[in-house]
């Protein structure tokens, strides 16, 4: 008997932290900053979901591109004893320290689209985020196939790598996957690899001092989409075709892109979704019933988008994006 009302009471004392812990549950979430369009959706998704939910109190703040400004916005975090943190980390390293802080403070972490490299030696609840390795292979082989499919698969063509945020996971990861894809079309030859950074001025930048240093581009493998719509006004602005003397191949799927598209100035982009605002709520309502979190990084399905469709770049097939542009909301 003793032992049954000795279960009865753990299980309402469990039971009353866990409503106490959802009633005035405050979440933070450290956001790298505004860097482009995909950031603006993700953001958008994040404060939306997260922001809006019914009982929780929401805390925001961007960093503006600053790892040092996140590392400060984890501590005032830690100080104002918030019940949950969401994290974006604009960099891979240096992290651990901080991170520890927060497992110290025993605030459970959720890990979203940019992961830290200390994931082994620090506790979070869950992760989720694009795979970059693979979105960086489908990049290079859209263009491969592209080239066999019109073709071209013979022909030595120049390729530029234009890079993210030099250090960032989507940067390491995509150009891990562009890089490996190269040596399975042996046709396509490396003549540029660089950093635009991510937004679009840096990507118009850099496209403008290639068009004047390098003698031939074919193609242009941008890292995400922000960057190759600021190139195509750079080589516009050099009197020359974008997506036809030069096939660009961006990567996010945002609207812009979809449109860059259909206007014949871009020719792929392979996608990268920002919207995680439901998964970090289904994720902060699963901890607050008391679900054992999870270990293993959640990546969503994601496509490939082109002018005609019909590319195969290994395990997916690539869509017309003129079909699904008015199903875009960012
Ligand atoms: O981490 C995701 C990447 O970050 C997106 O591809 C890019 O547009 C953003 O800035």
């Known amino acids: 008997m003793k032992k049954l009302v000795a279960l009865v009471l753990a299980m309402i004392m469990a039971l009353s932290a866990v409503s106490a812990l959802a009633e005035g549950v405050k979440i933070a979430f450290s956001q790298i900053g ?149 040596e399975a079309y042996p046709n396509l030859k490396k003549v540029a690899q660089q950093s635009g950074n991510f937004t679009r001025a840096e990507g118009q930048a850099l496209m403008e001092s290639w068009l004047k240093s ?40 945002v609207k812009v892109a979809f449109q860059a598209i259909v206007d014949g100035e871009m020719n792929a982009t392979i996608e990268c979704t920002p919207l995680y605002g439901p998964a970090v709520v289904k994720a902060i309502e699963d901890l607050l019933a008391g679900a054992e979190g999870s270990k293993d990084i959640l990546h969503p399905e994601e496509g490939v988008y082109d002018t005609d469709g019909g590319i195969d770049v290994g395990g997916v097939v690539s869509v017309k994006a003129g079909d699904v542009i008015d199903e875009r909301v960012y």
Not at 44 to 64: C, L, M, R
């Open 34 to 182: 505004q860097e482009s369009d995909w950031r603006t959706a993700n953001t958008d998704s994040i404060n939306k979901w997260v922001g809006e939910h019914e009982g929780w109190d929401y805390i925001y703040d961007d960093a503006q591109q600053k790892q040092e400004n996140q590392i400060k916005a984890l501590r005032n975090f830690i100080t104002q004893g918030v019940d949950v943190i969401v994290l974006t980390c604009i960099v891979d390293s240096g992290w651990e320290e901080v991170l520890k802080e927060v497992n110290e403070a025993e605030i459970p972490l959720i890990l979203v689209d940019r992961m830290p490299d200390c994931m082994d030696k620090i506790e979070y609840y869950a992760a989720f985020g694009g795979d970059f390795v693979e979105e960086g292979r489908r990049q290079v082989a859209w263009a491969g196939e592209y080239l066999k499919s019109i073709g071209r698969g013979d022909e030595e063509v120049c390729v530029a790598i234009m890079e993210g945020t030099t250090g960032s996971g989507a940067q390491v990861g995509r150009t891990e996957g562009n890089l490996l894809a190269m």
């Open 214 to 253: 390098i003698d031939k581009i074919d193609v242009l493998i941008a890292q995400n989409d922000d960057m190759a719509l600021g190139a195509i006004d750079a080589i516009k602005a050099a009197g020359k075709v974008p997506g036809k003397d030069i096939i660009i191949v961006g990567c996010d799927s």
